[in-house]
Nanobody, 125 residues
Framework: QVQLVESGGGLVQAGGSLRLSCAAS????????MGWFRQAPGKEREFVAA????????YYADSVKGRFTISRDNAKNTVYLQMNSLKPEDTAVYYC??????????????????WGQGTQVTVSS
């Protein structure tokens, strides 16, 4: 079992930055690939970024490439999402999720076994 708790969301003006954190429980954090997803009102949950268990590979949605950076600290059982140059269309609830490296595509919601409760990010224009 992995429990995930996100933090760092808030209200920011367009062009600003936020850093989201996701703290994981358990001693097996380094065995899990991690992803960030987001869901805006009335829309489906969508992939944002992911990182493999070792941190050796990262993946990004085209909409955030060059603006967002995912990273992890396995010693702290934490994954981060640095979000720069934020846009109003980035407004959503952001969720972190965990999966085994071998269990399906990092881009797919259904591949993830564990989810956090989400943190709200609101970008004003």
């Amino acid at each position: 079992q992995v429990q995930l708790v996100e933090s760092g969301g808030g209200l920011v003006q367009a062009g600003g930055s936020l850093r989201l954190s996701c703290a994981a429980s358990g001693r097996t954090f380094s065995s899990y690939g991690m992803g960030w997803f987001r869901q805006a009102p009335g829309k489906e949950r969508e992939f944002v970024a992911a990182i493999t268990s070792s941190g050796g590979s990262t993946y990004y949605a085209d909409s955030v490439k060059g603006r967002f950076t995912i990273s992890r600290d396995n010693a702290k059982n934490t994954v981060y999402l640095q979000m720069n140059s934020l846009k109003p269309e980035d407004t959503a609830v952001y969720y972190c999720a965990a999966k085994r490296d071998y269990s399906g595509s990092y881009l797919r919601v259904g591949a993830y076994n564990y989810w956090g409760q989400g943190t709200q990010v609101t970008v004003s224009s």
